[in-house]
Every structure is written in structure tokens, then in C-alpha cells.
């Protein structure tokens, strides 16, 4: 059995240009000038949620930044094709849009410390040298550092369909395991761009047990989970050869994890995936899952 390279798996026709749509109609609504780029897109839906956040609060000066600030007016906060963020606790927010915390962009926002940059580049460095550097490009420019943990602490992380191409997540000091949450989020967002891409409406009403969770999840829930978890596996996979101690010791308990998870979800993935009637989603899908399942499998 032969899979596609990382790089393969996440370059899809189609997404681009969905991104560029939705950045132009946003730039639109808001009277400004955003650009075509995956940072554009993803500062674009922080600018539309915080204008309206705005607009509701009646707060006239906020809502004629959020209006008219671009890519370009945010160059302090950037890192090459990334904004990396260190949003305190007390500046995250929680509404009607999400059920988690989540960050804006706003006008005192601050660059992330140089030591939480440092840490990202470096994991942003191990991810291209394995494949996945694109992927991070295109849907996880804005990345949001939340809570420093040790390596045997549990680390939380999240990406919301509101806010696509931003990523929130706790980091440890190792740049190979923050890799590896910044993939995993950003498979989220990359499959939420491809079903929007391709007009894939998935049934609601059909539920699949999910091991990742212990639960019956919808085909959405349950396809993300196994997308996303099958790229944290490829990058790991690969990761892991370069590391040793207690860091080789946390990958390999998360490789041996996941083996388990994969195998008792392995019946489900297949039925689950001829719900999804775009065969280029489906494709990339079944074959980053049987990747994970089957490791000695080689790219081509």
C-alpha cells in the first residue's frame, strides 16, 4: 500500500480560491482592502467578529478599526506568513460563537513574547522538515499560545470554524510537541475549507462511535477526528526518529495511543467516508488514515 507525502495530502484545488472568495466578500462587508493570502483569510474573519462584537457594544472607535485595519497594519504582530500571539487569560472571550475561549485581534494587541516566538519557529521548522509546513501556511497563520505545561501535564488545544486559520493552543517547551498540536488544528481548519471548498453537506443524523471521544459522534465530528489525529500520527511518526529521552519516551506513548484508537475506529472510518461525495476529499481522508494504521507504508 503507497500514500501520499504530507505536502500531497493537504494541496487540494479549490481551497485557495474558496479563501480568496471569502476574504474578498468579508473585505467587502467591512469597506476595507484585505489581500489574497491564507493570513489575510484568517485576520479577515477576527476583523468581521470583532466588528460586530463592536457594532453590538456600540463602541463607534473599536468598530472603525476593526473596519479598517488590513494585513499591512499588523506587521508587528507577524512572523513571515504567521502572527504569533501570547493573549493573557483575562483578554480571552467567550459568546454566542463559541463554546470555548477564544482571542481578536484588536488595537492593543501585542506581539508574543521573543522567547513564545522562538519556541514557534522552531516548531514551525520541524514541521516543514517533515512535510507539513504548507499545511501550517495555509491553515494555522495566526497562532495563539495560551498556557506553558510541563510534558506530563494534559495540554489543551482548539480551533473554531469562526476564526478559520487560527489556532489556540497550550505548549510545552519541546518545539516537536507544539508541531505537533499546530498540525493537528490545522487539519481542522484545512478540512472545514475543503467540505466548504467542494459544497459537501454531511448528514446529521448519522452517528459513528468515536474512541477519540467515547462517544457516538455525527460523520463530521467523527471524519475530523480521524483526519486530524492521522496527520498528528505522520508528523510524529517522523519526529520521533530525531528525538530521544523523555521526549522520545512522550511520542512514543502517544504513537502507541493513537495505534489503539485508530484500530478500534478503523471499521467505522471507511463507511463513514462514503458519506463524503467529493472523491478528493475522500481520497486525501482514506489515505492519511491508512498511513496512521499502517506506518510501513511509504510516501510517493
Same mark, same amino acid.
Given at each position: 500500500?503507497?500514500?501520499?507525502?504530507?505536502?500531497?495530502?493537504?494541496?487540494?484545488?479549490? +481551497?485557495?480560491?474558496?479563501?480568496?472568495?471569502?476574504?474578498?466578500? +468579508?473585505?467587502? @462587508?467591512?469597506?476595507n482592502?484585505? =489581500?489574497?493570502?491564507a493570513l489575510?483569510?484568517?485576520?479577515?474573519?477576527?476583523?468581521?467578529e470583532?466588528?460586530?462584537?463592536?457594532?453590538?457594544?456600540?463602541?463607534?472607535?473599536?468598530l472603525?478599526?476593526?473596519?479598517?485595519?488590513?494585513?499591512?497594519?499588523?506587521?508587528?504582530?507577524?512572523a513571515?506568513p504567521?502572527?504569533?500571539l501570547?493573549?493573557?487569560?483575562?483578554?480571552?472571550?467567550? !459568546? &454566542?460563537i463559541?463554546?470555548?475561549?477564544?482571542?481578536?485581534?484588536?488595537p492593543d494587541?501585542?506581539?508574543?513574547?521573543?522567547?513564545?516566538? =522562538?519556541?514557534?519557529?522552531?516548531?514551525?521548522?520541524?514541521?516543514?522538515?517533515? =512535510?507539513? =509546513?504548507?499545511?501550517?501556511?495555509?491553515h494555522?497563520?495566526? +497562532?495563539?499560545?495560551l498556557?506553558?505545561?510541563?510534558?506530563?501535564?494534559?495540554l489543551?488545544?482548539?480551533a473554531?470554524?469562526?476564526?478559520?486559520?487560527?489556532? %489556540?493552543?497550550?505548549?510545552?517547551?519541546?518545539?516537536? @510537541?507544539?508541531?505537533?498540536?499546530?498540525?493537528? &488544528?490545522?487539519?481542522?481548519?484545512?478540512?472545514?475549507?475543503?467540505?466548504?471548498?467542494?459544497?459537501?453537506?454531511?448528514?446529521?443524523?448519522?452517528t459513528?462511535f468515536?474512541?477519540?471521544?467515547k462517544?457516538a459522534?455525527? +460523520?463530521?465530528? %467523527?471524519?475530523?477526528?480521524?483526519?486530524?489525529?492521522?496527520?498528528?500520527?505522520?508528523?510524529?511518526?517522523?519526529?520521533?526518529?530525531?528525538?530521544?529521552?523523555?521526549?522520545?519516551?512522550?511520542?512514543?506513548?502517544?504513537?502507541r495511543?493513537?495505534a @489503539?484508537?485508530? !484500530?478500534?475506529?478503523?471499521?467505522?472510518?471507511?463507511?463513514?467516508? !462514503?458519506?463524503?461525495?467529493?472523491?478528493?476529499?475522500?481520497?486525501? @481522508?482514506? !489515505?492519511?488514515?491508512?498511513?496512521?494504521?499502517?506506518?510501513?507504508?511509504?510516501?510517493?
Amino acid at each position: 500500500m503507497s500514500a501520499l507525502a504530507p505536502e500531497s495530502l493537504v494541496a487540494l484545488d479549490g +481551497i485557495a480560491d474558496h479563501q480568496r472568495l471569502r476574504t474578498s466578500r +468579508i473585505a467587502s @462587508v467591512l469597506g476595507n482592502r484585505l =489581500g489574497s493570502s491564507a493570513l489575510d483569510y484568517a485576520v479577515a474573519h477576527h476583523l468581521l467578529e470583532g466588528a460586530e462584537h463592536a457594532a453590538r457594544t456600540r463602541d463607534a472607535d473599536r468598530l472603525a478599526w476593526y473596519r479598517h485595519t488590513t494585513v499591512r497594519d499588523l506587521t508587528h504582530l507577524s512572523a513571515g506568513p504567521h502572527i504569533v500571539l501570547s493573549p493573557r487569560p483575562a483578554d480571552l472571550l467567550r !459568546s &454566542e460563537i463559541s463554546e470555548t475561549a477564544y482571542y481578536l485581534v484588536r488595537p492593543d494587541t501585542s506581539p508574543a513574547p521573543s522567547a513564545a516566538q =522562538g519556541l514557534v519557529s522552531a516548531a514551525l521548522a520541524s514541521a516543514t522538515e517533515h =512535510g507539513f =509546513g504548507t499545511l501550517l501556511t495555509q491553515h494555522a497563520p495566526v +497562532i495563539c499560545l495560551l498556557n506553558h505545561r510541563r510534558l506530563d501535564e494534559t495540554l489543551h488545544s482548539w480551533a473554531l470554524t469562526r476564526l478559520p486559520g487560527t489556532v %489556540f493552543t497550550d505548549y510545552t517547551a519541546r518545539p516537536e @510537541v507544539l508541531a505537533r498540536d499546530l498540525i493537528h &488544528e490545522a487539519a481542522h481548519n484545512w478540512l472545514n475549507d475543503a467540505l466548504a471548498a467542494y459544497d459537501v453537506t454531511l448528514p446529521t443524523d448519522v452517528t459513528f462511535f468515536s474512541p477519540w471521544r467515547k462517544t457516538a459522534r455525527p +460523520i463530521y465530528g %467523527f471524519l475530523h477526528a480521524g483526519w486530524a489525529f492521522a496527520l498528528t500520527v505522520l508528523y510524529t511518526q517522523q519526529a520521533r526518529r530525531d528525538t530521544t529521552g523523555a521526549l522520545a519516551s512522550f511520542l512514543d506513548t502517544y504513537l502507541r495511543q493513537q495505534a @489503539v484508537l485508530f !484500530s478500534a475506529a478503523a471499521n467505522h472510518l471507511e463507511q463513514a467516508l !462514503s458519506y463524503v461525495p467529493a472523491v478528493e476529499i475522500r481520497e486525501r @481522508v482514506r !489515505s492519511a488514515v491508512g498511513r496512521a494504521i499502517h506506518p510501513a507504508t511509504t510516501y510517493h
